[in-house]
Every structure is written in C-alpha cells, then in structure tokens.
C-alpha cells in the first residue's frame, strides 16, 4: 500500500490473494489495511482470519476461496475490467488518500482519464431544466480548462454531466457491478462512455446495488476528485452525503444557489450557508481548482501499528477490559487504550480480533462502535 | 455632536445656526464636523465661512441667510415635519455612528420607530414575483421578531418590504425633500406608512431628488440599520451601492442566493461570493442580528483637532505645500501631514480651507482629492 511516487506492482498472486481478503466476510477497506499492517501481506492475512475471529468470539468468518477469486478474475478479463490495486500505477492518486480507500478497483474503458484533473458535478435525480443547463454548462467549461468529470450515473444532474464530458473523458462511479448498471436505462449512457472515460467501482461483477451501496459508493465520488460540485440538491438528498464525505476528505465543495422559494435549491443554499463555496460558472470552480491540481494532498494518517514488530496474542483480562469499553456509540481507538490502560498494539489487535468476528464496526476518524 | 449616552437638545437658536450651516454652499455633513470642531460652534463656523473661503483662494460661499433658514424651519412645521440634530435624543443611534451622518435629519411620521432595531431590506425595482414573495416573507418573520424596516421607497422589493411592515412600522428613506417623494406612484404608499412609521431626508423641502442622490440615500439606509438584505439585485445595480456602503460601514450585508441563470441573481450571488451571509429565511437573519441588537458600534473615531487649542492660520508656503500634494486621486490626510512636513492642525486647517472654497472634496476613511 505504497502512497509515494514509486507504484507499486503486484503479481497475479498477490492480486488473488488480495480480492480474496477483501471479498472475506468482515473484511472492509479499513480493515483490509490493518489486517496487511499486522499480518505483513494478504496471504498471512488470510491464514489469520479464523484465528482472529475465534479470538474475538465468533466462528470463522466466510472466507473467499481461491476458486471464488479465480472466477471473479476470469469473468473480469471477459468483460473487459481490470482490477487495480492501491498503490499501482492506474490507481487515482487522490482517490488513494482516503482512508477508506477501495483496496482493489474494478474499472472499464479509458484508464487514461484518471490521469486528468477530476471534478465531481452531482445533483437532483429530478433536475429541474435549469439546473441540467447548469449542469452542461458548468461541465463544458471545466472540460474547456482541462477537467474530467466524475458521476454517479444517475438521472438528473448526473446524467446530464456525463452527456456534456462524453468527448474529453467522464468517469462514471458505480454502486453495483460492472455488469450491474443502475439505473438500467443508463447502460446506453455508460456504454457510451467508457470510450474516452472509465466505469469504476470496487464492488464484484454480479453485484446488484442496494439502497445502501449508494451512499458507500459516493465517498468515491468526491475521493476521486479535487472538488464537488453539487448542482442541485433538495434537503436530504445523495447529493448532501457526497459533499458532507467530500468536506471530511478535504476536497474543495462548491454549490450552485438558488431561489429560497425552489425546493431543488434548499440542499444547496444549506450548503453555502456551511461554507460550501457558491459558484455561477465554471470559472468560478476552474480558480479554485487550478492552482491546487499538482498540490499534494495531506498524507494518510498510516496506521502506527505498522512498525510495532511481532505480533501479540492479548491476554483474556486485557481484550475483556477493552470490549467492556465499547458501545454502540462509536469511540475512538485513543480513549480506547487510555481506558483500558493496555498498550496500543494490544488494544489495536483486539479491536482486529473483534472486527474480524463481526462484533464491531470501524468508522472514519479510528472511531469504532459494536455492531 | 455628543455621541455617549446622554443625548444633547439644541436650542432654536442653535438649530437655526445649525441648519444655516450645512445648507450654505461646499457643506457636507463631514466639513461640517470639521468646522465645528475648529471653530467651536455653528455660529462661530457660519461667521468664519468667508474668511476660510478666501485663505482656500475662493470668492465666499453661498451662506444660507438666517431668512432662508428661518422660512425653511417654518414650512416644515407646517408640513409636520421635525428637524432633528445629530446627537439629540430622537436621531437613530446607529447612524450617529457614521463618519458622514447628517447634522440635521428632517424627520416625517412617528419617531417611535426610530427606537426599534432596524434591518434594511432593498433589491431591484423591476422585481419578479419570487422576489416580491421572498420580500414578504422575509419582512413578516423580521417584524414578529421585533424589527422595524428601513427601505428606499422606489418599485419593486423597497415598496415590498414598506408594505409588508406597515403595521409593524418602516422607514422610508427619501433621496429628495419630505414633499417630493419619488416615484410619484408612492405617495399613497408614504402616507400609508406615516402613522406607524416614518418618512426620512437629509435634504431640504422642495428638494428634487437627482440621480446622484439615491447612492448619497443610500447611506443612510445601511446606517440607520443593523444589516441590510439586499433581496434581488442586478449586476451594477444601487442595491449594490448600499450594500458596500453596509460593508464599509460594519453592518451585516445579508444577500438571497438565486439561481445563475436569473439576471435579477447576479448582484445577490456576487455579494455572496464576496462574502455576504446567504439568507434563505427571516430566522437566517435574526439569528444574526439578534445577538447584535444592544451591541455598541466601535465609536466613530473622533477628528483629532476637536482639542487642539486656539486656530491658527497656516502660513503661505505652509498652505502651498499641502495643495500641491492634492491632485484628483484621493490621497489621505495623514499622508498629507507627513509628506508636507507640517503639523496636523496646519493640515486640517489648510483643508478645511480648501474645501470652503469648493476645490477639493472628504471622501470616507480621511480621504481628500481635488474636486
């Protein structure tokens, strides 16, 4: 999980190894990386699961068979995806940063356009005709200035920004499989894409997307990008998830005002009333933008455990002191070991022990609640 | 000019000198200050306007004759109309507080509401009907939360918000005379909001407003209030004037968010990006505003020479050296004392001349150019 300048390449094996643990049971972005910080690499990762699990006080969880992943790689090569690990070389360098960062990407069509500057633009499914002249307008200035833009492929705003990047490249963020494009009515939309851009997404193929894939996915959205536009939004919508993610990765959040009296404008309007920058053209977003595309962002917090040496078994009284301390209210891993007076790489492998038995959940921020 | 709590009361006699002051010719409220703090009074300044005149290298002013003023006080008692002075107990406290507020303030209507906590609500005269909706709504909330409204009289959202308030009382401002009222078409209007509230001039009767006189208004408007609402505006529209002029004067500037393909959302937006709170509800105002409402305004930073001991006359070559560092760019007057090498009261004195004679004009922030 390189972060530097050098890619980093892995071999089949290593990319077998990794889609079985991150198709495992239990197993999530965040969890995938503290697994491969306390065990050394997948494989090991992989051979420590039932341990972990039992430790923690479940049966072994489901784990992904080398059959399973061998499949899931060969239905990849016949319909045309690639599965990038973070850290290669196709991986979106922004997208890399977030903590929660996908550790294998599925994506189709024209890698090349993740090497562009993005900017997400994302809206109302039931965008008003004004708010899709926005949209195309917004999306040819940045496609004007060197921009590719990315979307949920959704109805509405989405859709209409896609339509607008379809010549300079327009990355298209999926909440289900490759093969699982929703809304269906969309698979001429993304077959007309891929192209000049890129279907992308970290779910497998076959994979149909639920209610609450959608807000999942949206942190790819903004993680991609520099920044998110959000054209039109009513209270409570997708569109406010994706800039409130965006807000926590550190992305520049741009909203387009409306009328008081226009419903599709309250999520907006409450937006800039946050501090969102209001914008009314392109430019407004390209003067922002421009002078931080070659910017680093700030590092990824790597997890200290990384460097503690070998591995510890916590004693039964120290993992019960820790579990005492949890809730279903989230804690952070810093209270956790202050409380429970352990040493951190003890409180951080029962915290691995009880993920990995699906008694807990972690959030961002090393927030962790029972499950 | 008393501006702590205890208000001053002049005596007819004073209000006489006062009102023959400031209408004789090259008076402005700020060389007005300026003359009484160097000659001590009005009448003082009145019998020195000739002398200043000529030092400033100029025939004498028109001075206002004691007749023209006595004939002026008359027809406003008759026209129901009080000419209230800067520092007495009924002149608005906030505006007190500006650098040019006038010395007398012809006053129409019923002074209480002069007491209440003022918001400005302005916007374009070619309003749509959002914009006179959102007018209403938002004049409706502020006045239930207490507020009284300040506007301009003109069409559109300044009639909006006048009528809305009626009840609850509202100021009108006037760029002319209390007997010219413009438009034509608000005369109604303005006597509708006598009994409750309040018609407000700095010009004399008869006065026909010119154009230059709705930006001179303008001031008066943000000053009187707490903050101003500019509701819709145009790109280069008076509306913006008075929004400045609130920026510049430490009001809250409030602007409606609307959509960017609305022209009559180009000011408002603007204003946004430039930092203006979006509202999109009254509460977005009161809970600005509230907070503020007995808050002392920093003091309007007294001229320096109010103390300076005896006047004196500059000597020639004194008097040429601060002239030949004016020129039409304005350029301040602690800039002047420095590179004239001569003493501030030298400086001011040699100003206060100049502007007598009707060759340069004060600007805000201690600005001066040739006129």
Request: hydrophobic share 40%; proline share 7%.
């Amino acid at each position: 999980m390189n972060e530097g300048t050098q890619p980093i390449k892995l071999t089949d094996e290593q990319r077998l190894d990794w889609l079985r643990l991150i198709r495992s049971q239990n197993v999530g972005p965040r969890t995938f990386r503290a697994l491969l910080n306390h065990c050394g690499g997948a494989r090991a990762a992989l051979e420590a699961l039932p341990t972990l699990a039992r430790r923690g006080g479940a049966a072994a969880p489901q784990i992904c068979s080398r059959e399973q992943a061998e499949r899931e790689i060969e239905a990849c090569g016949k319909f045309g995806v690639a599965l990038v690990a973070l850290g290669e070389a196709n991986y979106p360098r922004r997208l890399q940063m977030i903590d929660d960062a996908p550790p294998l990407l599925a994506i189709r069509g024209n890698a090349e356009v993740l090497s562009m500057p993005l900017v997400a633009i994302v809206g109302s499914r039931n965008a008003s005709a004004a708010g899709a002249k926005i949209t195309e307008r917004f999306t040819r200035g940045l496609c004007e200035a060197g921009f590719a833009i990315a979307s949920g492929l959704a109805r509405g705003i989405d859709a209409a920004a896609h339509r607008a990047s379809l010549t300079s490249g327009t990355v298209a963020v999926l909440a289900g499989g490759q093969d699982r494009v929703y809304p269906p009515e969309h698979t001429d939309l993304l077959e007309a894409i891929l192209p000049t851009g890129l279907a992308l997404t970290e779910m497998p193929l076959g994979w149909e997307p639920r209610a609450r894939d959608f807000p999942r996915r949206n942190r790819l959205i903004s993680g991609l990008s520099l920044g998110v536009v959000i054209v039109e939004a009513a209270k409570r919508s997708g569109s406010l998830i994706t800039a409130r993610l965006a807000f926590e990765q550190g992305r520049e959040v741009f909203a387009v005002p409306g009328s008081p009296l226009d419903p599709r404008a309250e999520g907006t309007n409450s937006l800039i009333k946050q501090g969102a920058t209001p914008v009314t053209d392109a430019d407004d977003i390209v003067s922002v933008l421009r002078p931080i595309i070659g910017a680093d962002l700030p590092a990824r917090e790597e997890d200290a455990e990384a460097d503690e040496g070998p591995q510890v078994e916590p004693a039964h009284d120290e993992r019960q002191r820790v579990i005492a301390l949890l809730s279903p209210a989230p804690v952070s891993i810093d209270d956790l070991i202050r409380l429970s007076r352990s040493s951190p790489r003890v409180v951080r492998m029962v915290l691995l022990e009880l993920e990995i038995a699906g008694r807990i959940e972690r959030h961002g921020d090393g927030m962790m609640s029972l499950s």
